[in-house]
């Protein structure tokens, strides 16, 4: 899985050449019946008019002072958001608590989308764009999830509710914004009313590594990788 950067040009994974590799690799690397499976579900998405495709992100109109710091859209797919979580429970060693997920750069909606579906009850997504957050309001219509909200915000002026337990990143920015993101959380550390959980995905930077002590690393065969942490 290719790491993006900010301002990078993703648009060569919406080219059918990447799609034909990418059907290949799931065929190499996870067999038969889950590559087949994959392309039910996104013959399904396209049956119900859901978008989860990657977006490059410098000609939206996007919210705030950090325009420059974002990365381009690359969705979450629900395996992979699948495989994190149960990471997650063995490094921590007990089942998740799954309450309020909350994705900072939620795209289209996909993480928060899959995170109800694998069992949280509320999932909230704070995206910048106002087209993918317009598109993420369509795809939750779509499929008619309850209890998913898109909210289009930059990620540095959200606060996060105090029942949050856990905090996804997808590589969404650079480290100026994530060192904002940061210190909003951990000012709000002795609010929240549950442990919270911090699962951050294809990290770009080393803002949660320096400040809190790193639960797991994995690098999975796909290239991604996964840091976990505990506030
Ligand atoms: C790699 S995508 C991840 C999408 C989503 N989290 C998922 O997993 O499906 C990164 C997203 O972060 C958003 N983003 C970048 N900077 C942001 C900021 N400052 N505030 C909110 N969203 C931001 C981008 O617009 C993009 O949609």
Redesign the pocket.
């Known amino acids: 899985m290719r790491k ?1 950067h900010t301002n990078a040009d993703m648009s060569h994974e919406n080219r059918l050449s990447y799609k034909i590799s990418i059907f290949f690799k799931s065929l190499r690397d996870n067999g038969i019946f889950p590559t087949i499976r994959k392309m039910g579900q996104r013959l399904y998405y396209k049956i119900k008019g859901v978008d ?1 495709s990657t977006q490059n ?1 410098y000609d ?1 109109t ?3 002072e ?1 325009k420059e ?8 797919s629900i395996d992979f958001l699948s495989q994190l979580l149960d990471d997650l429970e063995r490094a921590i060693e007990k089942p998740l608590n799954k309450g309020l997920f909350v ?9 928060i989308i899959h995170a109800k579906k694998l069992g949280f009850k509320r999932a909230i ?5 106002k087209e ?1 957050h317009e598109s993420a309001q369509k795809n939750i219509k779509a499929l008619g999830v309850d209890g998913v909200e898109s909210i289009y ?4 002026a959200y606060t996060l509710p105090k029942d949050t337990s856990l905090i ?6 650079d480290e100026v ?1 994530m060192q904002k993101v940061f210190d909003n959380i951990m000012k709000q550390k002795d609010n929240f009313e549950n442990d919270v959980y911090v699962i951050y ?1 294809n990290a770009s930077c080393t803002v949660w590594r320096d400040n809190i002590e790193l639960l797991d690393k994995i690098t999975y065969i796909s290239g991604a990788t996964a840091e976990f942490y505990k506030l």
């Open positions: 993006t989860f992100i939206l996007r919210k705030g950090y710091h974002g990365t381009a859209l690359v969705s979450t994705d900072f750069g939620s795209g289209k909606g996909a993480a997504g704070v995206e910048f764009a993918l915000e930059d990620a540095t996804y990143f997808f590589n969404p920015f914004v995905g």
